[in-house]
């Protein structure tokens, strides 16, 4: 079985230009989550959808972030402007159910490099 | 490849015996636990979870205790293996209706052969 599919696993941008990121969650599981991983902050959830809907964005840095689910077979994460700062590795996971007591599938990761 | 970061507390220990990772969680109302291995260029993954109305919960090779009085939380790997070498966290869920995983930052965990 195929886990959580991210795409791009590497993305190397100039500051100003948008950046996507592509999330297939696992088939079947109703719950999908952005997350950011950086060296100073750790691990960090920026916005998650059940049932394509989301649910929580409270997470979302800033506007320049957006997030999409339009089925239940992909999401994307833009970024635009990107800046330096939003260098991070992004996972995307998903989960079989709405409850915090799931367990989540995490991808293998997007490492952005915004210069 | 991905990885949480470089200047991360260490843990090194010799193959075979066993390790002991802690963790300290931040909110007393916290309800649910959850420990992650993440090896290098991987996402996190689960290992082994558990409740706060739980003390102690086994897996296979691990085993979880939660000490809610002073809000820590341990990781025991029993009889570490070379592929135990990752960083592990520690994750608690604070009951808000919605999702609220507070991550920490975590441990390196080095197996010596």
């Known amino acids: 079985d195929a886990g959580v599919i991210q795409s791009p696993r590497h993305e190397v941008t100039e500051m100003g230009q948008e950046v996507t990121l592509r999330c297939k969650p696992i088939?079947?599981?109703?719950?999908l989550f952005w997350y950011r991983q950086t060296m100073m902050r750790g691990l960090e959830l920026l916005i998650y959808?059940?049932?394509?809907?989301?649910?929580?964005d409270s997470g979302m840095p800033e506007d320049r972030f957006s997030a999409k689910m339009p089925n239940a077979s992909f999401s994307t994460l833009k970024i635009q402007p990107s800046e330096p700062r939003d260098s991070a590795v992004y996972f995307c996971?998903?989960?079989?159910?709405?409850?915090?007591?799931?367990?989540?599938?995490f991808g293998p990761g997007t490492r952005l490099t915004v210069l | 490849g991905e990885s949480v970061g470089l200047h991360l507390p260490t843990l090194s220990v010799q193959e075979g015996d066993n390790s002991i990772i802690n963790c300290a969680y931040s909110n007393s109302a916290s309800d649910y636990f959850i420990w992650y291995k993440q090896e290098s260029g991987k996402g996190p993954q689960f290992i082994i979870d558990i409740r706060s109305n739980m003390d102690k919960r086994q897996g296979q090779r691990v085993t979880v205790l939660l000490n809610k009085t002073v809000k820590h939380l341990s990781l025991q790997i029993a009889a570490t293996q070379p592929g135990d070498s990752a960083v592990y966290f520690c994750?608690?869920?604070?009951?808000?209706?919605?999702?609220?995983?507070?991550f920490g930052t975590g441990t390196r965990l080095k197996v010596l052969a």
């Open positions: 994750a608690e869920n604070i009951p808000s209706g919605t999702y609220k995983y507070i």
């Open positions: 959808f059940n049932n394509n809907v989301p649910i929580d």
């Open positions: 088939s079947g599981h109703n719950s």
């Open positions: 996971a998903s989960s079989p159910g709405a409850s915090a007591y799931n367990e989540q599938f």
